[in-house]
């Protein structure tokens, strides 16, 4: 949630930035709200200093045996009063609370401005794209060739865009999960935590998916409780500091975490349908920062570096994106998107996301500390370190022989009981 009190301050330059961002904010009920807000608080603070005022007198008063009773009536009514004056405002508070919860994060300068994907911006290109002297195969096609991939079994048993892996790709996609574990946390300094994957609906409040994307979740229905399954890792790992005051000697809290995800994607029907592109159920490993202020964007930087290496110790051909503002996620602030090459599509997908959220997650998660004699909102970055279903993809198709097998990453021979093909 944006800082409220930025908005009463400068509401042009927030509105102006909002605009960018292709939301409207509702000025006329921002406004409205808040003056209506402030007449509460200036009605409340006159009867609160009137109250205080006849207090003394009645002290007074009584000290010269005179009759207080009509007086204290007054003391009565400026309470009644004052209740209901309480209660106005809370219910004015909430409703600009409720409205805020639904506005996206403001964009950090270095956004450039944009409506859509093709504003974005290249960073950098990394590696060579492999050259074949054969038709390539896309990962469906090779995953049906090599019966390790079935489509029609996954909707069998559940229903469309879920996937069965068998044999040694399932062994290859085990085996990049605990790959990129190893390297985050004894080559990046991450510490793992394994979390629930579900939640309640104060999680998903506190890390923005709630309640403007409540159609892209799984609801589990249950009689006394709203849960759900998580559509990422950062969810869970991310509220392990939601309503905590963290020491300043515990900073930067550094987590990787693998996890299952599962989105409905309601919005997205249409698109990328075919093979393991887009899935209802992926895995990820997901890397989450908890930060100062002040070091945010330093890690922003660090934290894509790390997601990067897995690309590189791969060797997968791949570019970092910058996303303009109308690409940018609701709770971003800045995203880098990690794009690797698929030599059967000949274009780059996205593979990682890893964004800087600055307080807007901490505001509405209540995670703050003591920084430089002063209680702040903590800042949370987090990442894909990777997605694993499509490094898979990536691998299969990058990796693959004219005769339909799979070379084997060297950095994963050891993850592989030492094989480096899969064979037909």
């Given at each position: 949630?944006?800082?409220?009190?930025?908005?009463?301050?400068?509401?042009?330059?927030?509105?102006?930035?909002?605009?960018?961002?292709?939301?409207?904010?509702?000025?006329?009920?921002?406004?409205?709200?808040?003056?209506?807000?402030?007449?509460?608080?200036?009605?409340?603070?006159?009867?609160?200093?009137?109250r205080n005022k006849i207090s003394k007198e009645i002290g007074a008063r009584k000290k010269e045996g005179e009759d207080v009773s009509v007086i204290m009536e007054e003391v009565s009514k400026i309470n009644d009063n004052l209740k209901k004056l309480t209660l106005d405002l809370e219910q004015i508070q909430t409703k600009l609370r409720n409205y805020l919860l639904n506005v996206p994060n403001l964009c950090h300068e270095s956004?450039?401005?944009?409506?859509?994907?093709?504003?974005?911006?290249?960073?950098?290109?990394?590696?060579?794209?492999?050259?074949?002297?054969?038709?390539?195969?896309?990962?469906?096609?090779?995953?049906?060739?090599?019966?390790?991939?079935?489509?029609?079994?996954?909707?069998?048993?559940?229903?469309?865009?879920?996937?069965?892996?068998?044999?040694?790709?399932?062994?290859?996609?085990?085996?990049?999960?605990?790959?990129?574990?190893?390297?985050h946390t004894k080559e990046h300094g991450y510490e793992e935590v394994n979390v629930p994957y579900i939640v309640n609906s104060e999680s998903l409040h506190g890390t923005g998916q709630l309640p403007k994307f409540e159609m892209d979740l799984f609801k589990i229905e249950s009689k006394d409780n709203d849960f759900y399954l998580i559509p990422t890792a950062e969810v869970p790992v991310t509220n392990i500091v939601r309503n905590?005051?963290?020491?300043?000697?515990?900073?930067?809290?550094?987590?990787?975490?693998?996890?299952?995800?599962?989105?409905?994607?309601?919005?997205?029907?249409?698109?990328?349908?075919?093979?393991?592109?887009?899935?209802?159920?992926?895995?990820?490993?997901?890397?989450?920062?908890?930060?100062?202020?002040?070091?945010?964007?330093?890690?922003?930087?660090?934290?894509?570096?790390?997601?990067?290496?897995?690309?590189?110790?791969?060797?997968?051909?791949?570019?970092?994106?910058?996303?303009?503002?109308?690409?940018?996620?609701?709770?971003?602030?800045?995203?880098?998107?990690?794009?690797?090459?698929?030599?059967?599509?000949?274009?780059?997908?996205?593979?990682?996301?890893?964004?800087?959220?600055?307080?807007?997650?901490?505001?509405?998660?209540?995670?703050?500390?003591?920084?430089?004699?002063?209680?702040?909102?903590?800042?949370?970055?987090?990442?894909?370190?990777?997605?694993?279903?499509?490094?898979?993809?990536?691998?299969?198709?990058?990796?693959?022989?004219?005769?339909?097998?799979?070379?084997?990453?060297?950095?994963?021979?050891?993850?592989?009981?030492?094989?480096?093909?899969?064979?037909?």
């Open positions: 949630m944006i800082d409220l009190n930025e908005i009463r301050n400068n509401p042009n330059l927030i509105f102006k930035k909002l605009k960018k961002r292709n939301f409207d904010f509702d000025e006329k009920f921002f406004i409205s709200s808040e003056n209506e807000r402030k007449k509460i608080q200036v009605l409340t603070e006159d009867l609160q200093n009137r956004v450039p401005e944009g409506i859509d994907e093709n504003y974005n911006e290249v960073i950098r290109t990394v590696g060579e794209k492999p050259n074949f002297d054969f038709s390539v195969l896309d990962h469906s096609d090779l995953g049906k060739k090599n019966e390790m991939i079935d489509f029609d079994l996954g909707s069998k048993i559940t229903g469309s865009r879920f996937t069965v892996l068998s044999g040694n790709f399932a062994k290859l996609h085990r085996a990049l999960k605990n790959f990129m574990i190893d390297v905590r005051i963290v020491n300043f000697s515990d900073l930067p809290i550094k987590y990787v975490c693998h996890s299952p995800c599962f989105r409905s994607e309601a919005g997205s029907y249409g698109k990328d349908t075919k093979g393991m592109i887009r899935q209802h159920q992926f895995e990820k490993v997901e890397l989450v920062q908890i930060i100062s202020p002040s070091d945010s964007y330093e890690a922003l930087e660090q934290l894509t570096s790390n997601a990067e290496s897995i690309l590189k110790k791969l060797k997968l051909h791949y570019r970092v994106s910058l996303l303009c503002t109308g690409d940018t996620s609701f709770s971003s602030s800045k995203t880098y998107d990690l794009e690797v090459w698929l030599p059967s599509q000949n274009t780059y997908r996205e593979i990682s996301s890893c964004s800087n959220f600055e307080g807007f997650q901490s505001r509405r998660m209540l995670a703050r500390s003591k920084i430089d004699g002063k209680m702040q909102f903590l800042h949370t970055i987090n990442g894909s370190g990777l997605a694993i279903g499509r490094t898979l993809v990536a691998i299969i198709e990058n990796y693959q022989q004219k005769d339909g097998s799979i070379q084997i990453p060297d950095v994963l021979t050891s993850y592989m009981d030492g094989q480096k093909v899969i064979n037909l």
